[in-house]
């Protein structure tokens, strides 16, 4: 309700939410039950942008996190999401 979008309306704003933790590797001490609950994040971060009046986009139905660590990306599916992201984007400006 800003009025800083464009025409000083509210801008539009786009949630993403994080795609579940993978297996995790070296890292898997500091996320304990991480892996279960990261996949109900999808479902919490879309009800705050329905409630909000927001574009919601899930991550995780994209890309996948790497199996070098369970938490980060791979190269070509940081590309793919902006990809797609940059679709998205489009539709909503």
Do not use: W
Not at 42 to 54: F, Q, S
Not at 77 to 84: F, S
């Amino acid at each position: 309700a800003s009025g800083s979008g464009s025409g000083g309306k509210a801008p539009q704003v786009l949630i993403m939410s994080p795609a579940p933790i993978g297996r995790l590797t070296h890292l898997a001490g500091l996320f304990s039950n991480g892996v279960e609950e990261s996949y109900k994040l999808a479902g919490y971060y879309k009800k705050i942008a329905k409630l909000y009046g927001c574009h919601f986009f899930d991550v995780g139905k994209l890309i996948k996190t790497s199996d070098l660590d369970g938490l980060h990306f791979c190269e070509s599916d940081i590309a793919k999401l902006g990809r797609e992201l940059a679709k998205v984007v489009k539709t909503i400006l």
